[in-house]
């Protein structure tokens, strides 16, 4: 049975995945403070490092047209095994929610609304996050091209202006950190930034055209990674080692800017980038959450589960960290090696698949 009937085009699926990517703008002080002015070098090497990942991700997809990474788990590893790798990946798309969650409620709580309950924050964006869910995955992948839009636009115009501020004095000496700390910052970047695109797994089985898949989901990964490294590339240049220290080093950034003085306060429109970016986020792992949690129980439609699970949610948020400083340890040194062999486990998949299938042709040619 088909619980989801929308079709979104492959161009609509690069959107998706880079202001995927680009949400994690959010999250790029916690490699800073690892490998400091070479972040620029962390983000490239990750980028690089992500690409084959990726590339085994989309071949999956192409193995199993129309099928979903709940189906493909049920296809390969059978009914039992196949449920538990299941519930473990919904698991792991649902505490994404959360922390995606929490990080947000926490900038904007420290930066533009430092009274407000962070209650009220979660329940604001979560709401319109449902609201999305339940509207289905066209819904979501029309939206994708407005923000991309958005941000992209954003993060052109505050680069411009910050020309006259940065100092590419701030790049030297280029691999000033030890090989250990590189390594750390990278794989950090590697698992958070990038490989948590494997949610996308539950998404290219609506692709219109399976064959772009390959395509589209390398092209959204550099070009969402492409301007991740504009960012972080301004943020050195403009803060230098104050980038290490502070937890949103684009927001602080644009605050450098000033022309003639009258336009300034820019750093509104950065927040702007980051919750629009952030929404799109939420929505794709919230809506593989619901999806996947329908399919597993065998429900008709997967609308049901949107509210409990987005009450959900908003309560798990709350209690995920004691501080955000508890949250940003967790990020640094917990979560890039927790979630790693669920990044990997597709690409597992994909060489029992490729096995079974040589196996299969030789048996063939015998008789």
Request: with cysteine; hydrophobic share 55%; charged share 10%.
């Amino acid at each position: 049975m088909k619980i989801e009937k929308g079709i979104i085009a492959s161009s609509q699926l690069t959107f998706m995945i880079i202001g995927f990517i680009q949400a994690s703008n959010l999250l790029l002080s916690f490699s800073s403070g690892i490998v400091s002015h070479d972040a620029w070098l962390a983000i490239l090497i990750a980028m690089v490092l992500s690409i084959p990942f990726v590339l085994s991700y989309a071949a999956l997809g192409r193995e199993f047209p129309g099928k979903n990474l709940i189906q493909i788990s049920d296809i390969i590893y059978g009914v039992y095994l196949g449920k538990i790798i299941s519930v473990s990946y919904v698991f792991i798309f649902f505490a994404l929610v959360c922390q995606n969650l929490r990080y947000f409620s926490d900038f904007l709580i420290t930066f533009i609304f430092p009274e407000t309950p962070i209650w009220a924050i979660l329940i604001m964006l979560t709401f319109i996050s449902a609201w999305a869910v339940r509207a289905g995955i066209e819904v979501i992948a029309r939206c994708s091209f407005i923000i991309i839009a958005i941000a992209s636009t954003i993060i052109l115009a505050t680069s411009l202006l910050l020309l006259p501020d940065m100092r590419f004095r701030n790049f030297l000496p280029i691999l000033d950190v030890p090989l250990q700390d590189l390594i750390h910052g990278t794989h950090i970047i590697f698992s958070i930034n990038y490989l948590e695109i494997v949610v996308f797994l539950m998404v290219i089985a609506f692709v219109n055209k399976p064959k772009q898949i390959k395509t589209s989901m390398v092209g959204g990964l550099i070009l969402g990674g492409v301007s991740v490294l504009i960012l972080e590339v301004r943020n050195t240049a403009v803060l230098g080692t104050v980038s290490e220290i502070v937890s949103s080093p684009s927001f602080v950034t644009a605050r450098y800017i000033s022309v003639a003085e009258v336009l300034t306060r820019m750093e509104m429109f950065v927040a702007i980038m980051l919750i629009t970016t952030v929404f799109l986020k939420v929505s794709i792992l919230y809506y593989a959450v619901v999806l996947g949690s329908a399919q597993i129980i065998n429900l008709r439609s997967y609308v049901p589960l949107v509210i409990p699970i987005g009450i959900s949610a908003i309560s798990f948020s709350i209690i995920l960290a004691g501080s955000s400083m508890e949250q940003i340890h967790s990020a640094i040194y917990t979560w890039p090696v927790f979630i790693l062999p669920f990044q990997l486990f597709p690409v597992l998949s994909l060489f029992i698949v490729k096995i079974r299938k040589k196996f299969k042709k030789r048996w063939a040619n015998k008789k």
